[in-house]
């Protein structure tokens, strides 16, 4: 196997020789099964990009660095990668400090244009005031000699202003003119040394009003909803042009495909002059980046290469999109290229912006239109008048820097949804259930925000069977085949669909202008829907379509980037209607109460709770295996098939890993011939970003691995076997979000005690329908995160995107 190089940042002292093998597909810390990182539990942040195949992205706070390597306490880490980022010699690190052209040169330039526009008249009050003043060197200076002063004095403050523009920028920024000026002035106000405003060259556009009353003559304009992506084609000599580079910097030529991918038909060239390209390949870390760069470039490779720093700003915050993030604050990203050995993170985070790697956000500057005509009024006055006057520094603003990808996806989300909001619909109740208050709501608005949990979703089910009654085109999606067969149950196999396939052709098809012949949507957990996908789905409704959103808040969050639901519900641009109808039984009164921080004794005469504990991970597995196999069946007649186990994260003693060879071993014995797996297993397919499918192996042909989920035959394609493929008797939470069982056993081993929050305990137990076991060994670990621990927040746009377009609703 050819070893991609991976070792300390470029130029450092490092032993180079001690690179740790890679797989071509796993060029991040590789796994032995595919999907969510080992060992990565709530609020871990090992194996990002693993972790987003499984829909678990490890929630770390805002203001931790990004991309950092697996080591979540009390979970198993993956293979060990040498540590990034060694501190380099001094001869390489020195980087000397960042400059930058002084903001508020326009101004000089225009008084400096004013009074080059008369320059004989000024020469010849020069000549005439020193004639008219020689006879009288003795007396007092006269008014025309003070004006001369002064003006002389003018003359050299803007000479030495323009001198300053125009001399070279310090630092081998190499930056001049408009991007020059906007990377100070990035600087001026995250100092807060001066407002945002004052940096825009004229007042910004009006912002949008929300549409009242009538609806205007004039639609908005509406994106078409997008046609299906076709990869392009990659011609062999692509492909071997890029093999050769791969081969000369170390890397496996395996590589070759996914790197044409990313980079296109230039990959090779691009790749031979910018050897940190290599990071736009999912799954590359900067270690390897970084031992491909010294491979190709030997000598010239350093700590401090802009190329390098612009290439991590990028990782960085596509790790941080992994982790649910569309944006970062400045400071998040400079730490996290500190961390990095990057000589100069302030350097390299300005570079970044110049050479559009990424975007620069400070949502709510537009608030003050006026501010900016008066702040420039004001320093013109300044360099006129010649005086100084100290200004009270602005209040230091949080500068957010994102890529344009999720940037376009937030702003197109905001304004589809306003339109939603803004156009009318006909407000006619006898077509809604009387009583109902969703109902009611659906009726005057084209957006709803529905709350609850399991025993909500037949409130926005009834939606969809109304509006069907009334004679209006209405459907209901759901983010599984099992929340699709449970949505069925309530509205009829014909209005209810996954989300995936409602986008992709599934379902009621779309009208003439493209977009889905509906009058009424109901999705149905909102909260695992991402920012990327909200976007499409929402240019793919007609003006008139009434959407609703319902889903529970309690639950983790998406597997891809933003939080729309929650960002919908924070905005309350919209009406939000609470569900009222409790979970049944002695599970739903347990996850109703973790749902507001109590986990609380509850009576279960049935043993619908049993709580099992346990003194270690071993016997965690042992009683686990001895539930599902054994007690639950025997106990309450809930076959092996009807149970599932959850348990933290893939790594560790009692992660899904360990628990599923113990459970096949126990239930389904054999020598795994279709690679790894035996007809009768249970196998789990992330067959979309944070989406997982569970059934039984059928049988396997050349086309690959067939299942059966729940009656819906599903084809594993060979390729993605080994990659997207592993038992499923033991899930994750966030595999099993959008699934419920009969009985669950929910595993918490001593050694997942850190990974434990309110969010991952309220999934986990939530999937139980009858029966919940707790093998429990975190003693006070889990009252104390249900009471204290919440998920690290997510950095998002749209709540500041949607205030700026629709006034908030009065609640």
């Known amino acids: 196997m050819t070893a991609l190089p991976q070792g300390s940042a470029p130029g450092s002292t490092a032993d180079e020789s001690a690179e740790a093998e890679v797989a071509p597909e796993t060029a991040q810390a590789p796994a032995e099964e595919p999907g969510s990182p080992e060992g990565a539990g709530p609020g871990g942040e090992g194996g990002a990009r693993a972790a987003a195949e499984d829909g678990e992205p490890a929630d770390v706070a805002a203001g931790e660095e990004a991309g950092t390597t697996d080591a979540a306490a009390g979970e198993e880490a993956g293979p060990a990668a040498p540590v990034a980022g060694e501190a380099a010699g001094p001869d390489e690190v020195g980087g000397s400090e960042v400059g930058g052209s002084e903001v508020g040169g326009s101004e000089a330039g225009a008084a400096e244009a004013e009074h080059e526009a008369q320059p004989d008249t000024t020469e010849a009050t020069d000549a005439s005031d020193a004639q008219a003043t020689e006879a009288t060197e003795a007396a007092h200076v006269s008014e025309a000699e003070a004006e001369l ?6 003359r050299a403050r803007i000479a030495a202003r323009k001198a300053e523009k125009e001399a070279p920028i310090p630092a081998g920024t190499k930056l001049s003119g408009t991007a020059a000026d906007l990377l100070a002035a990035v600087r001026a106000v995250e100092s807060g040394e001066k407002s945002g405003a004052a940096f825009f060259a004229g007042p910004p556009p009006a912002p949008r009003k929300p549409v009242s009353g009538p609806a205007q003559e004039t639609a908005p304009a509406r994106p ?4 299906p992506a076709q990869a392009p084609a990659t011609s062999a000599e692509a492909l071997d042009a890029v093999r050769g580079v791969l ?3 170390g890397a496996p030529e395996a590589l070759a495909a996914q790197v044409t991918g990313a980079l296109g038909e230039q990959a090779a060239e691009r790749l031979g002059a910018d050897p940190w390209q290599l990071l736009a390949v999912p799954g590359v870390r900067p270690e390897q980046a970084d031992g491909f760069a010294r491979a190709l ?25 992994v982790r649910g993030h569309t944006a970062l604050a400045a400071d998040d990203v400079r730490k996290a290229l500190a961390g990095r050995s990057v000589p100069d993170p302030d350097e390299a985070v300005q570079q970044a912006i110049a050479e559009g790697v990424v975007l620069v956000f400070q949502d709510g500057l537009a608030e ?6 008066n702040a420039e009024n004001t320093a013109d006055a300044a360099d006129i008048d010649g005086a100084e006057e100290a200004a009270e520094p ?12 999720y940037a376009l996806a937030e702003e197109s989300l905001a304004d589809g949804l306003a339109r939603l909001l803004n156009s009318p619909v006909g407000n006619d109740g006898s077509v809604w259930p009387e009583g109902s208050e969703l109902a009611r709501a659906v009726a005057g608005s084209g957006l709803v925000a529905h709350t609850g949990g399991e025993a909500a979703r037949a409130e926005s089910a009834a939606v969809v069977t109304a509006a069907a009654a009334a004679g209006l085109r209405a459907a209901g999606a759901a983010h599984t085949l099992d929340g699709q067969r449970r949505l069925a149950e309530l509205t009829g196999p014909l209005a209810a669909f996954t989300l995936a396939g409602l986008l992709s052709g599934e379902g009621p098809g779309r009208d003439a202008d493209g977009t889905l012949a509906l009058d009424v949507l109901v999705v149905q957990d909102a909260g695992q829907v991402d920012v990327e996908t909200a976007a499409i789905l929402v240019e793919s409704l007609a003006d008139s379509c009434r959407l609703v959103l319902s889903g529970d808040p309690g639950v983790l969050g998406p597997a891809g980037a933003g939080q729309v639901f929650q960002d919908v519900l924070a905005a309350r641009v919209c009406p939000v209607v609470a569900s009222r109808l409790p979970d049944p039984g002695p599970v739903g009164e347990l996850v109703s109460g973790i749902g507001i921080g109590e986990l609380n004794q509850v009576e279960a005469p049935g043993k619908e709770v049993v709580i099992v504990p346990v003194r270690d991970a071993g016997e965690a597995v042992h009683r686990s295996v001895q539930l599902l196999a054994d007690s639950i069946p025997r106990a309450f007649g809930i076959p092996v098939e009807q149970a599932q186990v959850i348990t933290v994260g893939h790594g560790g003693s009692a992660g899904t890993r360990a628990l599923n060879a113990a459970l096949k071993q126990r239930l389904n014995p054999g020598p795994g011939r279709f690679g790894g797996f035996d007809p009768g297993d249970r196998a789990a397919y992330a067959k979309d970003l944070g989406r997982t499918v569970v059934g039984t192996v059928v049988e396997a042909d050349a086309e690959g691995l067939r299942l059966d989920c729940a ?3 599903v084809l594993v394609p060979k390729e993605r076997v080994e990659s997207a493929l592993r038992h499923g008797w033991a899930l994750t939470a966030h595999q099993a979000i959008g699934m419920r069982w009969p009985a669950v056993v929910a595993v918490l081993p001593g050694d997942a005690a850190q990974g434990l929050n309110r969010a991952w305990v309220y999934t986990a137990f939530g999937r139980a329908e009858r029966h919940l076991s707790v093998v429990h060994g975190v003693d006070q670990a889990l009252p104390r995160a249900v009471a204290e621990i919440l998920p690290a927040p997510r950095t998002t746009r749209l709540t500041p995107l949607l205030h700026g377009l629709v006034k908030p609703a009065e609640q």
Do not use: F, H, K, Y
């Not at 002063?149 to 003018?154: D, G, K, S, W």
């Not at 078409?224 to 046609?227: D, V």
């Not at 003050?368 to 005509?373: I, L, V």
């Open 224 to 227: 078409r909803a997008p046609e």
């Open 368 to 373: 003050e239109p006026d501010s900016t005509e």
């Open 149 to 154: 002063a002064a003006q002389r004095e003018l």
């Open 711 to 713: 009656g819906t035959p």
């Open 247 to 249: 081969r000369r910097g």
């Open 394 to 405: 602005a209040e230091p603003v949080e500068v957010l820097l994102g890529l344009d990808r």
């Open 297 to 321: 470039l030997g000598a010239e490779c350093r700590p401090d290469d802009e190329r390098r720093a612009a290439a991590l700003v990028g990782w960085i915050l596509e790790q941080a999109a």
